[in-house]
T-cell receptor, first 110, second 115 residues
Framework: DGGITQSPKYLFRKEGQNVTLSCEQN?????MYWYRQDPGQGLRLIYY???????QKGDIAEGYSVSREKKESFPLTVTSAQKNPTAFYLC?????????FGPGTRLTVT | SQELEQSPQSLIVQEGKNLTINCTSS?????LYWYKQKYGEGLIFLMM?????EEKSHEKITAKLDEKKQQSSLHITASQPSHAGIYLC???????????????FGQGTILTVHP
């Protein structure tokens, strides 16, 4: 099956710990994106990457980091510097005009 | 920056009724996307509109982009419980004439369909 996978679906961490969310795609898409979704709000862009070994900050990049060492992988690290990390995180990839989304990871930090 | 406002924020309808969700932009829309989301899941692509006056349909869902390209509507005919979910509009963020595929989203409309 082709598509975008995110793991795990649920993630729990203690405050002060860094955590890395996985995003893998086998669609051979060049561009990949990370969004955050909070209750009652739409998605907000964290980071995006147009090509391997290159990425750019989105609207809310503070407290997050990414890497793009392979075309199919775009992991997101939520660092202890992120003040409100509890949220639903969505990864996406794009080819042409259509953007495809993964199933999401719900991160809870206590 | 571009802002998208969706209305209504939530909608409860009886099965079989028609309904409309609106998405209004503070700036000209260069690419308007409609997605559906089940709670706690990823987004499912519904339709994309680019041209003023454009209209697209898929099964019982029709999306339109107005001539001025600042407002879009999503219309569902004869709603069914399977239509329930969160509907989100998203727009390409244009910077220096280039999109980079970054999308700005509205806050979403929660649709409930009672059987």
């Amino acid at each position: 099956d082709g598509g975008i996978t995110q793991s795990p679906k649920y993630l729990f961490r203690k405050e002060g710990q860094n955590v890395t969310l996985s995003c893998e795609q086998n669609l051979n898409h060049d561009a990949m994106y990370w969004y955050r979704q909070d209750p009652g709000q739409g998605l907000r862009l964290i980071y995006y990457s147009q090509i391997v070994n290159d990425f750019q900050k989105g609207d809310i990049a503070e407290g997050y980091s990414v890497s793009r060492e392979k075309k199919e992988s775009f992991p997101l690290t939520v660092t202890s510097a992120q003040k409100n990390p509890t949220a639903f995180y969505l990864c996406a990839s794009r080819q042409g005009a259509k953007q495809y989304f993964g199933p999401g990871t719900r991160l809870t930090v206590t | 920056s571009q802002e998208l406002e969706q209305s209504p924020q939530s909608l409860i309808v009886q099965e079989g009724k028609n309904l409309t969700i609106n998405c209004t932009s503070s700036k000209t829309l260069y690419g308007l996307y409609w997605y559906k989301q089940k709670y706690g899941e990823g987004l499912i692509f519904l339709m994309m509109l680019q041209k003023g006056g454009e209209e697209k349909s898929h099964e019982k869902i029709t999306a339109k982009l107005d001539e001025k390209k600042q407002q879009s509507s999503l219309h569902i005919t004869a709603s069914q419980p399977s239509h329930a979910g969160i509907y989100l509009c998203g727009a390409d963020s244009i910077a220096g004439g280039t999109s980079y595929g970054k999308l700005t989203f509205g806050q979403g409309t929660i649709l409930t369909v009672h059987p």
